[in-house]
């Protein structure tokens, strides 16, 4: 039984909470519905202890949105040139954020991944 204690805790100090990993800068990196590779910078900001505020900056347009955790997926919602859209992207251990996500009427799935900095 001590064995089983000792190797719980040793687990437990290696496990970062989920949202220190979120928090802060990222670089991003996708791929448009059509096909387009873009890049740039985005900031993650908490609002309350589920809820995130988000700014990408990518071809210089800044687009914002508001997020929800659930489980290992961040939520958003956003604008972006007067359209809305809204993305899913998977928590990772390492801190990355993989996604899918949609705007607009066309509804074509592009995705991207933000990159902790």
Same mark, same amino acid.
């Given at each position: 039984? #001590?064995?089983?204690?000792?190797?719980?805790?040793?687990? =437990?100090?290696?496990?970062? #909470?989920?949202?220190?990993?979120?928090?802060?800068?990222?670089?991003?990196?996708?791929?448009?519905?059509? /096909?387009? @590779?873009?890049?740039?910078?985005?900031?993650?900001? #908490?609002?309350?202890?589920? +809820?995130?505020?988000?700014?990408?900056?990518? =071809?210089?347009? +800044? =687009?914002?949105?508001?997020?929800?955790?659930?489980?290992?997926?961040?939520?958003?919602?956003? @604008? =972006?040139?007067?359209? +809305? /859209?809204?993305?899913?992207?998977?928590?990772? #251990?390492?801190?990355?954020?993989?996604?899918?996500?949609?705007?607009?009427?066309? /509804?074509?799935?592009?995705?991207? +991944?933000?990159?902790?900095?």
């Amino acid at each position: 039984m #001590p064995r089983l204690a000792l190797g719980l805790l040793a687990a =437990s100090l290696c496990i970062q #909470p989920v949202a220190a990993q979120r928090s802060g800068f990222y670089a991003v990196e996708g791929r448009a519905a059509d /096909g387009t @590779i873009y890049m740039g910078a985005a900031t993650l900001t #908490p609002t309350g202890p589920q +809820t995130w505020r988000i700014t990408w900056r990518v =071809s210089g347009n +800044t =687009s914002v949105g508001v997020g929800l955790t659930v489980g290992k997926l961040l939520v958003i919602g956003y @604008i =972006s040139d007067r359209e +809305t /859209g809204v993305a899913a992207y998977e928590v990772r #251990p390492d801190g990355r954020l993989v996604g899918r996500w949609t705007q607009g009427a066309e /509804g074509g799935v592009g995705t991207e +991944t933000l990159i902790p900095r």
